[in-house]
């Protein structure tokens, strides 16, 4: 079963989420604090995390950028605050995918499921190695290189690329791409898909600024471009 | 009737005071001149035809004198024609011309009876005077004939130049009246112009203070009306958000512990399932109804515009609300438009949600780009709006009659003021019509850029 930490200061939030999550079949460790979520992760990672922002002590910015450090677990941030700024800084600082109170059981499981999704697009005929200018992608071993040097990507950054590379050349809409990184079959927040193909860009790019590769096409979407 | 703008009314008060300044002066210089001019020319006649007189006088002292030979004599110049009359008879240099009978009878008796006398009569199609001398001592009388022609040549050239006047003064005055009445009403035009950013929701618009101090009044009591309106609604805002914000964490709870209960649904009896079938409902309801609440309290801010393929988008949100991709109809010749996403989505969702609620489900969503416009059309095939709940449908917790009267609790009353919010963001325009063949049509229409 998998592993899900939440790190959520509010109690009664914490023991409804972890009883509603055991029930959609995870293993539910729930600790109050950034601080203890950081201990809890690092004594038995876990598979998923989901995180509150407004936390005492360290906030769950600070909690994100750490697990960050630690390793590419997906996490989720589940909070009341819907402001783009917050929503731009938990995204930037590491987050995959951002929720916001209150959200539907049956919706945050499937948040949940996506992003343990493998990388899509890689079936049995999909090529082992495919190149884009100095890219070099190998979905299969899950590897990424630039020139000679692997690039590491989280799990998220990496499907968004693999979903790219599957329809290399042709433009892929913000909903598009939400639909197969995030699974939303509804509309979904598309900042996620902008601030996550940033950081795609400065890993993955020379000049994250002038890209040439993971292009953005004006009013339509972005494409991988050979 | 429309009315004339004030700028225009300005502008027209200027341009009639200046023709009338201006025609009364051109009126006035042109009567004057006439005047002066005729009595000088007048005075001339006259002295020349008394000079003229004592040569024919001279001419007609012998016995038996040849009239019409001193006649001739006469140095007359071009223009005047020299007449004597002698015992009920004309002379003249020439034949008559009709020149005799142009001289009135009463100037005639007036002359006969001794009397010189000068009138000016009609020639012609111009004018002449006459001058008329008795000639006792030889028991004649002279007349002179001095046409016109020339004073009126130059009595119409004056004419059109004083009316090229009158009319270039009262362009100048319409010219003038226009750039008054611009610096009169630049501060209203840029009060204006503030008033309908902050319409938009852009509550930063200021007006700039102006250096008169008479306008500065304005600028100053609007900026401060702005201010305190703005303070004001931003903390009606700020109330509505703490509030929904302060229960989104309770309903994390209860959101959370209800699927907890709903999982185990089939376990229980039924009067325990129907309390939870209950209850879930009501927490969804009431999460929709606090998500509306929120995005109420900020779709006060400006639309974020930017390049949307709102074709693609259409489809795709039909597509996951369950609709026949047949029910989208398109047309138009383009397909990208400047408008917020966000925003534009939730129209069209909250739109959608609305007939499925309260008219019997979407039969066509139609949408129309250009390059610089999208409109939207949602029709359903319920009952329809009447007209007068056409405006009250847009207003926060209006549910149409027929859906209190099914005594339905869908929706949270939020979905059609959210859309007019939105749709006000985008200063376009949303409106409620009759769907030819029944049912309600909701048209949008906004305005944007095109990409």
């Known amino acids: 079963m998998p592993r899900l930490l939440i790190v959520e200061d509010d109690d009664r939030i914490r023991l409804s989420l972890k009883l509603a999550l055991e029930d959609e079949g995870y293993t539910v460790k729930d600790v109050p604090t950034a601080e203890e979520g950081l201990v809890e992760h690092k004594a038995t990672p876990a598979d998923l995390v989901l995180v509150d922002l407004m936390l005492p002590g360290m906030d769950g910015f600070d909690c994100i950028r750490s697990l960050r450090r630690l390793g590419d677990v997906p996490i989720v941030v589940v909070s009341a605050r819907d402001d783009t700024h917050d929503v731009v800084a938990a995204l930037e600082a ?133 | 009737m429309r009315v004339l703008g004030l700028r225009a009314r300005i502008t027209a008060v200027f341009a009639f005071g200046a023709l009338v300044l201006s025609v009364a002066l051109a009126f006035a210089t042109y009567e004057l001149t006439r005047t002066s001019l005729l009595d000088e020319r007048e005075r001339a006649a006259i002295r020349t035809a008394y000079f003229d007189a004592s040569f024919i006088r001279t001419g007609l002292g012998g016995e038996d004198p040849d009239i019409v030979a001193a006649l001739r004599n006469l140095d007359t110049g071009e223009a005047r024609r020299p007449l004597v009359r002698r015992e009920g008879q004309w002379f003249a240099r020439s034949a008559d011309n009709g020149l005799t009978g142009s001289i009135p009878a009463s100037l005639q008796q007036l002359v006969e009876d001794g ?220 397909e990208v438009l400047d408008v917020d996403p966000r925003r534009y989505e939730q129209i069209l969702a909250n739109l959608i949600d609305n007939a499925n609620k309260h008219g019997g489900g979407v039969v066509r969503i139609g949408l129309s780009v250009a390059h610089d416009r999208l409109e939207l059309e949602v029709d359903d095939e319920g009952a329809g709006v009447p007209l007068d709940e056409r405006d009250l449908v847009f207003d926060r917790f209006a549910r149409g009659r027929a859906a209190s009267m099914r005594g339905g609790s869908e929706g949270t009353g939020l979905g059609l003021a959210l859309v007019a919010q939105h749709v006000q963001a985008h200063l376009g325009t949303v409106e409620v019509l009759d769907r030819p063949g029944g049912g309600a049509r909701f048209r949008v229409v906004l305005p944007g850029a095109s990409a």
């Open chain 2, 115 to 334: 009397t010189p006398a000068v009138q000016r009569v009609p020639l012609r199609d111009s004018s002449a005077l006459v001058v008329g001398v008795p000639l006792r001592t030889v028991d004649a009388a002279y007349y002179e004939i001095s046409p016109l022609t020339e004073l009126h040549r130059t009595l119409s050239v004056l004419s059109q130049a004083l009316g090229g006047v009158a009319l270039a003064t009262t362009v100048a005055g319409a010219v003038v009246g226009w750039l008054v009445s611009r610096r009169v009403l630049s501060p209203l035009t840029s009060v204006a112009q503030a008033a309908g950013t902050i319409a938009s929701g852009d509550w930063s618009a200021r007006v700039a203070r102006d250096r008169d101090p008479d306008l500065d009044k304005l600028a100053v009591s609007f900026n401060r009306m702005v201010d305190e309106v703005s303070a004001r609604s931003e903390s009606d805002r700020r109330f509505a958000a703490d509030v929904s914000h302060e229960l989104r964490s309770p309903l994390q709870t209860l959101s959370a512990a209800t699927s907890v209960l709903d999982r185990r649904r089939d376990a229980l009896d039924d009067r325990t399932a129907a309390a939870v079938d209950l209850l879930t409902d009501e927490v969804a309801r009431f999460e929709s109804l606090v998500s509306d609440l929120l995005e109420l309290a900020k779709s006060d801010r400006p639309a974020e515009r930017r390049p949307t393929d709102v074709v693609t988008l259409t489809r795709a949100l039909a597509t996951s609300k369950q609709l026949s991709p047949d029910i989208v109809q398109v047309d138009g010749d383009a």
């Open chain 1, 94 to 226: 590491g987050a995959d995918d951002y929720v916001v109170k209150p959200v539907a059981v049956k919706e945050l499981s499937a948040r949940l499921r996506a992003l343990r999704r493998r990388a899509s697009g890689s079936g049995e005929d999909a090529p082992k190695v495919l190149r884009f200018g100095e890219i070099e992608l190998r979905p299969e071993a899950g590897e990424v290189l630039l020139g000679e040097q692997e690039v590491h990507l989280t799990r998220t950054e990496f499907r968004l690329l693999c979903e790219l590379a599957d329809q290399s050349g042709r433009v892929l809409s913000r909903q598009q791409l939400l639909d197969r990184v995030w699974g939303y079959d509804v509309y979904g927040d598309e900042r996620l898909v902008d601030v996550h193909m940033g950081r795609l860009r400065r890993k993955v790019e020379r000049d994250p600024a002038n890209p040439t590769h993971l292009v953005t096409v004006r009013g339509l979407g972005y494409k991988l471009a050979p």
